[in-house]
Structures are given as C-alpha cells and as structure tokens.
C-alpha cells in the first residue's frame, strides 16, 4: 500500500484528505508542522508528501528548503504535492523551485481532485 | 522565499531597543573617524585652531558616553525597559550634538564644514523617534549652533557676534532646519510604504483565514453530494447543492475582497503573458456549466480557435467568471447567456451576452462604482457584493482595456470587454 504525510495544520482539512487518501487505498499519516513532518519523513519513506504552505509552526515552504538540503537520491524522493489557498504565482513558482512536484488551490480542488492529484504523482513516481 | 511568516517581524519595541543597539555600535566608528580626523589636523595643520587637548577631551568624553550607554543597555537588557532606551536614545542624541558642538567650536566657529556633523544627530532622531523628533533635534542643533557661536565670538573678539556672522549662523541654522525637513520627508515615505506592507499582508492573511474554514466546508458537502456517505433524499441532495452554492458565492467573496485590497494597495502582481483567449473564455463558461444548466439556461459560444492575446491568465479568468457569473444570475430561469469573442485589427473583444431583465440607463453608471447594487430585475434575491464589476472595470484598466455595457430593460445586457493587441507581455 502507498503511504502519504499530510502536512495540513486545519483540523477538518485533515480529515477530508484523510478520508479521500483512504477511500482511494492510501495509507496516510498527519502532522501539522513542518518541524514534526522532517522527523516524520528522516524515519519513514512516503510515497507522496502532502503539503500545506502556512503552518502554524513552520512554513511548507521552509520544509521543502530544510527536505531539498537532505539530497536524497531520486529514486527514493518522495513526490511532493502542494495545497494552499495562496494564489500568488510567485509563491507557486519557489514551490517549484524548492522541488515541489504540483501546486493546488484548495478553495478550488475538492479533497477527491487532491486525491486524484495524489494518483498522479504516484504514477510519475512510478515512471521515474 | 519566506511568505506570511510574521512570527520573523519584530514588534515596534524590539525593532526600537535593537535601532538602539546599533546605533551605539556605528557611534564607536564615528568617534574613532572623528579622532583620527581630529589627530591628523593637529599634527599636519599647525595653522589650525584645533588643540591637541581638545580632541583629547572630546575623545574621551565621547568614549566614556559610549562605554556608559554600552554598559547600560547590556545591563538593562535583563529587563528591557523601554522607557530606559527611550531615555538613554534621547541622552545620547544630546550628547552627541554638544560633543558636534565642541568639534565646531573648536574647528573655528561658524567658519567650520564641521557644521555638517549635526546631520548625524537629525538623521538617527529620525530613525528612531517620530517626526516631532527629528524637528526636536534639529532645533536642539540650532539652539547649540548658535550658543557655540556666540561663545567663540566672544572669546575671539571679547565682543557679542558682528551682523556679518549672525546672517552666516542663521544661514546655517537655516541649512539645519531644511535637513531636518527632509529627514522627516524621507522617512515618511519610508514609513508610508512599511504601513502599504503590513496592511498587504495583514489583507492576505485576514483572506487566507477566511478562505480555509469556507474550504473546509466545500470538501464535507463535496462528500455528501457524491453520495460517499450514504444515498442523499431529493430534498437533503437539493440543500446541501444549495449550501454547496452559497460556499462559491462565499469563496468568490473573499476572493473578490482581497483583490479589491491589493488593487487599492496597488499591490496586485500582474504577470501578462501571450495566451489563447477563446481557450480562457471556454474554460470559464465551462466552469459555470453547472449552474447554468441547474437554472435550465443555455449558453452559446461564438468564436474562433486559439485566438492569441496578452493578458494575465488568473485576473482575465476573474473578470470572465464575475461577467459569466453575473449573466446566469441575473437572467434568471430558462434564460440564454451568449459569450463571443471577435477579433479587431487593434483589439480583441469578448462579449457576454444575456436576455435577462436588463439595466434601466440611469443605474448603467452606478453599474462599476465599489459596492454598487443597482436594480437588476431579480437583484433583491441574487446574491453579490457589488465588487464584481468594479473589479472587472479595474483589471480591464491593468490590462490597458475597458469594459463596457449596453443594456436595455427587459430585453437583456451585453458586457463587452476590450483588450488591445499591442500590450507588452513578460517572458
């Protein structure tokens, strides 16, 4: 079974992804902060991380930074999927360029198009 | 890049204790450039009326201050008086500006370029105090100026200062007052612009907390509709499409605000790229086909295929949604929504059509004004906010085009909005 860390720090967000990530027959794991999501990542391997950019402890994009530093070899970096409600293109283009692998608008991706949005990083994974 | 994160600012206290803190250590440099400055004159120029034990004196007083305030702020910072570093900031500017006396004084009186050094004093009352300060400082330097002036006339000349000399130190206490002036005038700009920041942030903060519980609430009635949790009844299917309705009014609310703010705050990013506009255009009426098709309307598309233009992609897509959102509200039951775009050799226009009540000519005008509810047929029921359209009017102007409107009571509106050909587009 593929696994996934949700890093999402709004309580009833968790629980929709996690209900859309079971549904679709992931194994998901939750934090929510980006410092609990580095310890969490350095002692399991995940397929894809989920994850969230304003945290209230940390920021998403502070963990990608500290996540990019490990230099993992390809074969085992996990996908990286972002959700925030920042629409801001500068935002999402240092998303990208701190590895993230997709970008969503949450307020305009229902939990199921996350899922899906899950699938498709796994299949590139799987492709890589 | 670090975003929203204002745990990393520092409140105006801290920012002032640490402004302290620095400026004590610049104040290390500029006694030992003023010593060094003060050394060389005594021993290359014996002509000059500087004495060797007068920069010895100020030296010393200086360094003594320094270590003083030094001492005192590493001490206090166990307890972080604010008042204590409000005081000894006030006491250091005074010190500063006797000791830039005595560098005058001694340097020859009102003849001396040293004159300048009170800058030093208007410029950190600036950085650290408001503007009442900085004139404070500036009328301290001239009162000093002047005290020193006349004590150097006197001990020249045995006698109160010639016309001569009075027009030369007003002349300077003069100079004076116009540096405090610009100091004031630069940091209030600087100020002004830190205030624009922190109230961009503070909007985008206060929209991102708004846009994440109404989320939230989208992602629960999502599950219910697709029947994840069991069959809904008609009716309960019917309410919670309802509340599923409402919550895109919501976020589209939040959304509409927010951009109103960064319009205002002139902080909107506007990214123009080349791209195809009958593509946009059909993607948003595809977005809305839902609820079209929930008011039994129908929408007709008229146009040519990948009709290239410049535009930014995210804010001509929310000047198309709020045009097409309008038009299936406002048209009411069964009525018929018709979005075409034309190419012009200047221009390209797309127009969105409706057979709706239409808008009587007196409210077309008010149509575009902030917060504007004209009477719209139906409008008593149909939720909006009046920033739609405003909005629209707004990215049109971004983009160098404009929005029009011909509307004829019960007969139905037509928006049309106009982009000229030759816009410049980033990458």
Known sequence: MKSVLVVEDYPSLQTLYKFALQKAGYAVDICDDSETALR??????????????????GSGLGFLKAFKQRHLPKASQPKIVVISNIKHPAVAKEADRLGATAYYVK???????????????????GAA | MEVYDLSAELTGRE??????????????????????????????????????????????????????????????????????????????????????????????????????????????????????????????????YMAMLILAEVRLTGALPAIGLVVQGAFYACVLMVIAYLTDYLYTIKHNKEVERAQTELVSLASHQLRTPATAVKGFLSFLLDDELGTLTPSQKDFARQAYAENEIQLRLIDNILNVARIDLQSLHFEPRVGDISQLAQEVIEEHAGAIKRRGQTVTFHGAGNLKAVFDTQLLRMVLDNLISNASKYCGQGGRLVVAVKSYPKSIKVSVEDNGAGIAPADQKQLFK???????????????????LYLARELMRLHNGKIEVVSYPNEGSVFTITLPRKAKANG
């Open chain 2, 15 to 144: 920012e002032f204790t640490k402004r302290v803190s620095v400026y004590i250590k610049l104040r290390w440099l500029l006694l030992s450039v003023l010593g060094i400055t003060g050394l060389t004159t005594v021993y290359y120029n014996k002509a000059s009326n500087v004495q060797i034990e007068t920069v010895l004196l100020l030296s010393g007083i200086a360094i003594f201050t320094n270590l003083l305030f030094e001492l005192a702020i590493r001490l206090e910072k166990r307890r972080l008086s604010f008042n204590f570093y409000v005081a000894t900031a006030l006491l250091i500017i005074i010190v500063d500006i006797a000791i830039f006396s005595a560098v005058v004084y001694s340097g020859g009186g009102s003849i001396s370029r040293a004159v300048l050094l009170y800058t030093i004093p208007i410029v950190i009352a600036g950085g650290l105090f408001n503007r009442l300060y900085i004139y404070f400082t500036g009328g301290l330097c001239v009162l000093f």
């Open chain 2, 370 to 388: 902030r917060f504007s509810r004209v009477g719209r047929g139906q409008s008593d029921r149909t939720p909006g906010s009046g920033l739609g």
């Open chain 1, 107 to 125: 307020s305009s991706s229902s939990p199921k198009d996350i899922a899906q949005a899950v699938d498709n990083a796994t299949r590139d994974k």
């Open chain 1, 40 to 57: 969490m990542t350095a002692q399991r391997a995940y397929d894809v991380i989920l994850l969230d950019l304003l945290l209230r402890r």
